[in-house]
């Protein structure tokens, strides 16, 4: 599709840069670049924060303001989304969120927390680098998948409700274009969670309806005692199970995450269970860039905690991506803020992946 080229060309160059160096992955140069030389037939445009004062510019926002921070007219095709802001605690992550509607839509097609969307997980600030999603060391997150719209894309950005950030800086990097391809999917991007979890049922990733592809999920966990891992990813298409050997597998990995690691397609930027069984915070990613799963009328993704789903009460949180046409079903309504963080607290801020809010303003 051209969709997928459109992804492969818009990431050639970052991912030559890196590709030697993450995870022992490589990449055909020749391939990525094979059409760079060919003339464009779009128009680039972007939508950015305000910068009236020069590098301490930025969109000013009050605490709990729900802004408009893109309205674009179709058709067009998001290229790169990027964001950073201006406070490091970790209530900044897990309290703003980030919501996207195309066209006429009322409920949005990505509403998730901005730090699990960038795939940063309990409030914790690393960086990895893969082919959908980056995060610089200096807290610059970039997300590079496509987004094509027919007719209108709004995105808003909900600040944290008791605190809040001063600044917020992004740009919406796009491409007008005369039409879009016929078959041209809507991105769409849902955050859950369970905290804990019910040792009695999978926990579930996403339910969709209509027709579509999958093409990738962030998966953050918190166990609370022992090993949690073997339990198996279920995928129902259309109804038909695909058959799933066990969590590491489906994370293309095999016994265990040994210290964690990132590559291009999967990692595990954030691993803690190799030092501790207890609290361990978590983060994993898996792209299917080469294979998106296809569906015609449903997809179903959930996950075992534990080999047979055994007495745990481990802390859960997903964002799966996936393409399809509107409308999607509706989302799970999203946790209020308070309601994101762990069920059960360390002592001190730095042991659960805060930062002292003291140290985090510019």
């Known amino acids: 599709m051209k969709a997928i080229g459109f992804l492969v060309l818009t990431l050639a160059m970052s991912v030559i840069a890196y590709s030697e160096a993450v995870g022992g992955m490589s990449l055909d140069r020749e391939s990525l670049l094979a059409d760079m030389y060919i003339a464009k037939d779009y128009e680039f445009d972007r939508v950015a924060s305000l910068n009236p004062a020069g590098p301490d510019g930025g969109d000013v926002m009050k605490p709990g303001e729900v802004r408009e921070i893109a309205d674009i007219k179709g058709p067009a095709i998001i290229s790169h989304i990027w964001f950073t802001l201006?406070?490091?605690?970790?209530?900044?992550?897990?309290?703003?969120?980030?919501?996207?509607y195309w066209d006429d839509e009322k409920e949005p097609s990505v509403e998730v927390p901005i730090g699990e969307f960038f795939g940063l997980g309990h409030g914790r600030y690393y960086s990895f680098h893969s082919i959908p999603f980056e995060v610089g060391n200096e807290r610059g997150y970039n997300c590079f998948l496509p987004m094509p719209f027919a007719k209108r894309c709004r995105i808003t950005f909900e600040n944290s409700p008791d605190h809040g950030l001063r600044r917020?800086?992004?740009?919406?990097?796009?491409?007008?274009?005369?039409?879009?391809?016929?078959?041209?999917?809507?991105?769409?991007?849902?955050?859950?969670?369970a905290k804990p979890t019910n040792f009695e049922d999978n926990y579930v990733i996403l339910e969709a309806e209509g027709r579509g592809h999958f093409v990738g999920l962030f998966y953050y966990n918190r166990p609370r005692r022992g090993w949690w891992g073997d339990g198996g990813e279920r995928i129902e298409v259309d109804g038909r199970v695909i058959?799933?050997?066990?969590?590491?597998?489906?994370?293309?990995?095999?016994?265990s995450f040994g210290k964690g690691e990132?590559?291009?397609?999967?990692?595990?930027?954030?691993?803690?269970?190799?030092?501790?069984?207890?609290?361990?915070?978590?983060?994993?990613y898996r792209f299917h860039i080469e294979d998106p799963i296809p569906f015609k009328k449903s997809f179903r993704m959930?996950?075992?905690?534990?080999?047979?789903?055994?007495?745990?009460?481990?802390?859960?949180?997903?964002?799966?991506?996936?393409?399809?046409?509107?409308p999607h079903k509706p989302f799970p309504k999203l946790p209020p803020a308070k309601e994101r963080y762990h069920s059960v607290k360390d002592k001190t801020p730095e042991a659960n992946g805060g930062i002292p809010t003291e140290q985090i303003e510019y």
């Open 86 to 100: 201006s406070r490091k605690a970790d209530y900044v992550l897990k309290d703003c969120v980030l919501r996207i």
């Open 302 to 326: 959930t996950m075992r905690h534990g080999i047979k789903n055994e007495r745990r009460e481990d802390d859960y949180s997903t964002v799966a991506f996936w393409y399809q046409t509107e």
């Open 243 to 255: 058959p799933a050997t066990g969590q590491e597998d489906y994370f293309c990995q095999g016994w």
């Open 262 to 284: 990132q590559g291009l397609r999967f990692g595990s930027p954030l691993y803690e269970s190799a030092d501790k069984q207890d609290l361990a915070e978590n983060a994993f």
């Open 168 to 193: 917020l800086f992004y740009h919406i990097d796009y491409k007008r274009v005369k039409q879009l391809p016929p078959d041209a999917l809507y991105f769409h991007a849902q955050y859950r969670q």
